[in-house]
């Protein structure tokens, strides 16, 4: 039988039931350090990454004699999984595309319409007594950039014209002309959708070339009313000109889900960026946690355990990676 290590959350035990009946056993420790997953990985044929691990170098090779495949349970592999040391030891590599689109496009509305009602520091402000009546801006109607019209971006595009009839700019790797014909959205440079969009809404991949594609040249043609939305990696966006921009007022606010480094630090004084201790009204933080539904988790186990299942009875999987 062969084993599959699952560091994330266990899988329900009806998926378990039927994987065993396939010949996978699965084996759910629950969350581990690296130390603890390269033991965990002994004897191992198959693993599914919980959602914050790295895997390393050093735990692909340590694993080499056994792992066969890495089943990224997401989008963002690239991020978490060093790709080339996996294809070095042929080791596989696959992801989950679209699972989790429509989670995160939902979670980016939330987002949008968060911030733009200011509910979070109405909320805060409301229970400690206060009274103060924000003025908050309308949805209906407005400009939306779109930065990677992938499977999500596109669902944010819909769902931003069918309810709330905003205008649709986008801008993205590759032109898409039946968004363009049926949301009447524009294919435009990325600076111009800076400067024209009152919400920024970023949905593309981080790769070296988009690292922190959205810099100070982008920011300072932003509006003072801009909203800019962060549902992928942090690290897309200048963490300072940022900083900078919500201090100053030049955009009005932005909301990620999803920090620089994976996560905030323990002691959030030692926030090197200074965004963690800015009001409510000007930077909201979630924990990379848009795609975590129950619906979206499911279909994610899914596919990614099918993935193992292709690899090893086919040699292929359409997920594949390397």
């Known amino acids: 039988m062969k084993k599959i290590l699952i560091t994330g959350p266990s899988p329900p035990d009806e998926m378990k039931t039927l994987m065993k009946n396939q010949g996978y056993e699965i084996l759910s420790p629950g969350v581990l350090k690296e130390d603890e997953i390269i033991d ?43 790709v080339p040391a996996a294809k070095k030891h042929n080791i596989a590599v696959t992801y989950v595309p679209h699972a989790n689109s429509l989670a995160v496009a939902e979670f980016t509305v939330a987002l949008i319409l968060t911030l733009m009602k200011k509910i979070p520091i109405m909320n805060k402000e409301t229970k400690s007594g206060s009274w103060h009546k924000y003025v908050s801006q309308d949805v209906s109607g407005k400009t939306i ?31 898409e002309s039946d968004i363009e014909q049926e949301l ?21 991949p981080y790769t070296s070339e988009t690292r922190y594609i959205i810099d100070e040249k982008c920011i300072n043609v932003m509006n003072r009313d801009t909203v800019l939305i962060n549902t992928a990696r942090a690290e897309l966006v200048s963490p300072i000109a940022l900083r900078d921009a ?20 323990s002691d959030t004084s030692e ?3 200074g965004l963690l201790n800015l009001p409510d009204d000007k930077f909201i933080l979630t924990p990379h946690a848009a795609y975590n539904t129950v619906n979206s988790n499911t279909e994610v ?17 359409s997920n594949r990676v390397v």
Do not use: W
Not at 40 to 56: C, Q, R, S
Not at 246 to 265: E, H, Q, R, T
Not at 301 to 317: E, H, P, R, W, Y
């Open 40 to 82: 965990a990985l002994v004897g191992v044929d198959a693993y599914i990454p919980g959602g914050e691990d790295m895997v390393t170098e050093r735990i692909i090779k340590s694993a080499k004699n056994t792992l066969k495949v890495i089943s990224f349970n997401g989008v963002g592999y690239g991020y978490y999984v060093d």
């Open 145 to 175: 950039g779109i930065v990677g019209m992938g499977s999500i971006g596109r669902l944010v595009a819909k769902k931003m014209y069918y309810g709330f009839g905003c205008k649709i700019l986008y801008y993205s790797r590759t032109r």
């Open 184 to 204: 009447d959205a524009e294919f435009v440079e990325l600076h111009e959708l800076c400067r024209l969009s009152d919400v920024i809404t970023l949905h593309t």
């Open 246 to 265: 919500l201090v100053s007022s030049k955009i009005n606010a932005a909301a990620f889900d999803c920090y620089y480094s994976g996560k905030v630090p």
């Open 271 to 273: 926030d090197t960026f």
């Open 301 to 317: 186990d899914k596919i990614a355990l099918q993935n193992i299942v292709d690899i090893f009875t086919t040699g292929s999987c």
